[in-house]
């Protein structure tokens, strides 16, 4: 996680996705999984990239066994990247409950 944090954070967000994924080809546990969604997120969060967004949160969010912290990262993450699509119902619904 590090390496995405660090390779964000250098400006190089292009590198980052291909970084986690490669993490995540590795299997980790469902707990280390979620912590690496929520901080791919932060790398993928512009307009171009809500799409992207929104499908790696709910994936890992629908996976379950994400620790209750990490999982209301990844919400609130979801939720502003799913008001970039068409359905605004979904996407407030997704904010209220990331609270």
Same mark, same amino acid.
Request: aromatic residues 2%; without cysteine; glycine residues 12%.
């Given at each position: 996680?590090?390496?995405?944090?660090?390779? !964000?954070? $250098?400006?190089?967000?292009?590198? =980052?996705?291909? $970084?986690?994924?490669?993490?995540?080809?590795?299997? *980790? *546990?469902? =707990?280390?999984?979620?912590?690496?969604?929520? =901080?791919?997120?932060?790398?993928?969060?512009? *307009?171009?990239?809500?799409?992207? +967004?929104?499908? @790696? /949160?709910?994936?890992?969010?629908?996976?379950?066994?994400?620790?209750?912290? !990490?999982?209301?990262?990844?919400? $609130?993450? @979801? /939720? *502003? =990247? +799913?008001?970039?699509? !068409?359905?605004?119902?979904?996407?407030?619904? $997704?904010?209220?409950?990331?609270?």
């Amino acid at each position: 996680m590090q390496a995405i944090v660090g390779l !964000t954070r $250098a400006g190089r967000s292009r590198e =980052a996705p291909a $970084a986690g994924d490669r993490l995540l080809a590795l299997r *980790p *546990p469902l =707990a280390v999984f979620g912590r690496l969604r929520a =901080a791919l997120g932060d790398t993928l969060w512009s *307009p171009e990239g809500a799409e992207e +967004l929104r499908r @790696r /949160a709910g994936s890992a969010l629908a996976l379950g066994g994400v620790r209750p912290g !990490t999982a209301a990262r990844l919400a $609130a993450l @979801r /939720a *502003p =990247a +799913l008001s970039r699509g !068409t359905d605004l119902t979904a996407a407030r619904a $997704a904010g209220e409950t990331a609270r």
